[in-house]
């Protein structure tokens, strides 16, 4: 079983962001960038299921201009077996993102592909699912369990009732929660050894994929600064501030 794994280059996790002084987007300059949390997730499940013998070889696949072929080794280096590099500059909003992970699922014929559940740059929440209804294949969104069964796949879901479990025939697409595994360190021998792995290089144009956006980036502005907490010394003080000077009762 082949499995398609959607990895995307966003700034890590630990850095602060901060807005750029026109407001016109987040400023990147000289900021740690590293693969996006939950396709780190998605890399490691694939991984995990080659390891089992369920999987016979896991792609990585990554739409960007050349600095993402950095997050492609890194998931090349946690044990992919290749790497597609899909050329895009600039900022593609997810529709684009998931006809050009289309694109490559028609070319590649997966059983499975594994996207995060969520970007943390751009916090969409929108590729795996558009994905699944371009592909018209089901989809179970914010997988935290894994079983697969003949020709179908189990996904166990955390929602606010409980656990919900699907039963999704192949293929599919899935995109990985925060619980579904804990993902290895790249070692230092596979950090080397993915360098020569084999990573392809995609022109939209040749997947015959348009990405024009219809959605502009209006503005990127900091959030509000939190204002510093007060004690209040009984409960009528407090009840008299949330009625009188929050409103909130
Ligand atoms: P989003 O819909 O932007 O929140 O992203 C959800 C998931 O879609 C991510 O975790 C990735 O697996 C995938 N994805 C989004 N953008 C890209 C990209 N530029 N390249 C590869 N995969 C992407």
Sequence with gaps: MKVLVAVKRVVDYNVK??????????????????????????????????EKGVATEVIAVSVGDKSCQEQIRTALALGADRGIQVEAEGDLQPLAIAKLLKAVYDKEQPQLVILGKQSIDGDNNQTGQMLAALAGIGQGAFASELE???????????????????????????????????????????????????LDVLNPADLGVETASKVKLVKVAPPAERQAGIIVETVEALVDKLKNEAKVI
């Design 148 to 198: 697969f069964e003949g020709d179908s796949i189990k996904v166990t879901r955390e929602v606010d009732t409980g656990l919900q479990t699907l039963e999704i025939k192949l293929p599919a697409v899935v995109t990985a929660d925060l619980r579904l595994n804990e993902p290895r360190y790249a070692s230092l021998p596979n950090i080397m050894k993915a360098k020569k792995k084999p």
């Design 17 to 50: 962001v901060r807005p750029k002084s026109d407001g016109s987007g987040a400023d990147l300059a000289n900021v740690k960038m590293a693969i996006n949390p939950f396709c780190e997730i998605a890399v490691e499940e694939a991984v995990r299921l080659k």
